[in-house]
């Protein structure tokens, strides 16, 4: 019972190739995010969906573009992938409240984008 | 400068230290606060919330200084399982509803040791 899930955990792939990973959370949360963690660790987001609308779209070359189909699934395409995109990718969900405050984000385990 | 800075570390402690990590963060219009823990090759999962009257949870204690725009986590009595990454993580409104964006520091690697 994968609260929050990604497809697939590992990816491998020659520069220039596109790729998609999937997100799908089962918590019947609105928001959804995708972060990237680099080699050094540092946890960035990336965008955010609320209720199937982009809500965050932080400074990311166009190549990436995310999609959501309903407010269960955010996957996550990118097109002609470079070097410096071998990273890991983290999905995350949280349901908005009404008080004061940013709710807990739940993860998933994260896809480890190897490209060669 | 970063928005959010920890000493990355790493930490070494004897199983049964004490150990206190430190964080502070650059924008004052941040709302809330949190310490996240990564193990090696895992998600990151929520470890506590900070409130300003500070928190305990078990062996955790966090405390919350606004003014100086300072963060801390304290560990007591630390286990073996203890060690991880621990992340400082400040979150800040977007329009009226509660789905602002973290920002998280690069974190604060822990080992513990027997």
């Known amino acids: 019972d994968t609260a929050v899930s990604q497809t697939p955990k590992y990816l491998v792939t020659q520069m220039g190739n596109d790729k998609s990973i999937k997100c799908e959370q089962n918590?019947?949360?609105?928001?959804m995010y995708w972060y990237k963690q680099d080699s050094k660790k540092f946890l960035k987001i990336m965008f955010s969906?609320?209720?199937?609308?982009?809500?965050i779209n932080e400074t990311v070359p166009n190549r990436f573009s995310p999609k959501s189909p309903d407010k269960a699934h955010l996957n996550l395409h990118i097109n002609s992938l470079e070097l410096g995109d071998s990273a890991v990718y983290f999905c995350?969900?949280?349901?908005?409240?009404?008080?004061?405050?940013?709710?807990?984000?739940?993860f998933g385990p994260g896809t480890r984008l190897t490209v060669l | 400068r970063k928005e959010v800075e920890q000493d990355p570390g790493p930490f070494n402690v004897p199983e049964g230290a004490t150990v206190a990590f430190n964080c502070t963060y650059s924008?004052?219009?941040?709302?809330?606060f949190f310490w996240y823990r990564q193990d090696c090759r895992k998600e990151p999962k929520l470890l506590m919330s900070v409130y300003s009257s500070g928190n305990e949870d078990g062996r955790f204690t966090a405390q919350l200084n606004r003014a100086s725009q300072y963060i801390s986590l304290l560990i007591r009595d630390s286990k073996l399982s203890d060690s991880a990454t621990y992340l400082c993580v400040v979150g800040r409104i977007r329009g009226s509803g509660n789905t602002g964006k973290l920002i998280f520091g690069q974190g604060t690697t822990l080992q513990v040791k027997p």
């Open positions: 969906y609320n209720n199937k609308e982009l809500i």
């Open positions: 995350a969900s949280s349901q908005p409240g009404t008080g004061v405050g940013t709710d807990t984000q739940y």
């Open positions: 924008n004052s219009a941040s709302q809330s």
């Open positions: 918590l019947g949360h609105d928001t």
